[in-house]
């Protein structure tokens, strides 16, 4: 099996966001907290992955690099076979 820890998509805004139009470049990211982080502006249930594990962050600097970068690093943590 080949695990990922993120997934860069372009996809329609209104996967994410019912009535946004055009498209957005962004990442699915695994993570352990869903519901905490779905709370936060920016983040999204996962764009066709299981909701309860993943979640979509459109790169559109609504949330900052630094937080998108720890975020893909925990992402990572969780997928990577030691």
Do not use: C
């Not at 779905?38 to 949330?63: C, E, Q």
Request: cysteine-free; proline content about 4%; glycine content about 4%.
């Amino acid at each position: 099996r080949l695990a990922f820890s993120a997934l860069f998509q372009l996809i329609p805004w209104d996967k994410l966001e019912k009535g946004r139009e055009g498209l957005v470049e962004a990442v699915n990211i695994k993570h352990d907290q869903v519901a905490d982080l779905l709370s936060k502006k920016g983040i999204y249930p996962a764009f066709h992955m299981n909701k309860r594990y993943w979640i979509s962050v459109p790169l559109d600097d609504t949330l900052s690099d630094e937080m998108v970068l720890e975020l893909i690093e925990k992402s990572w943590n969780l997928t990577f076979k030691k």
